[in-house]
């Protein structure tokens, strides 16, 4: 038995300047992500759902694909009109994108 589908879109389909959702834990979002990116782990979300972007589509990112899949299934049921970046963090970097750091540290996704 499975689900509906989740709305998701690779990376090479992510506009520049999209509304990007990081639902990286914080040690995650640290060593890499994209800039210009929002962050509310995916832990934390269901007490901050007030702080849900409402841009549409809203993009959202994890590390491979997996937990921001979960994070917009849940936000489609609340009638968020979200979308999960396939491959994550992972894709991104892969695909030349953007990854920055906080501090002074070397970009790297976890």
């Known amino acids: 038995m499975t689900g509906p589908a989740v709305p998701a879109v690779p990376v090479t389909e992510v506009p520049a300047d999209a509304p ?19 962050h509310l782990p ?20 994890c590390r ?3 937990r921001s899949a979960r994070v917009v299934a849940y936000l489609a049921g609340q009638g968020y009109p979200a979308v999960n970046v396939d491959g994550g963090m992972q894709s991104w970097a892969a ?14 996704i976890i």
């Not at 030349?96 to 970009?107: I, K, L, S």
Request: no cysteine; proline share 9%; glycine share 12%.
């Open 42 to 61: 995916m832990s934390e979300l269901p007490g901050r759902m007030d702080e849900i972007p409402e841009d549409d589509p809203l993009f959202v990112v």
């Open 20 to 38: 990007l959702l990081d639902v990286r834990e914080a040690d995650e979002w640290a060593a890499g992500h994209a800039p210009g990116a929002r």
């Open 64 to 66: 491979s694909g997996g």
């Open 95 to 108: 695909q030349g994108r953007d990854v920055v750091a906080d501090g002074d540290r070397r970009p790297e």
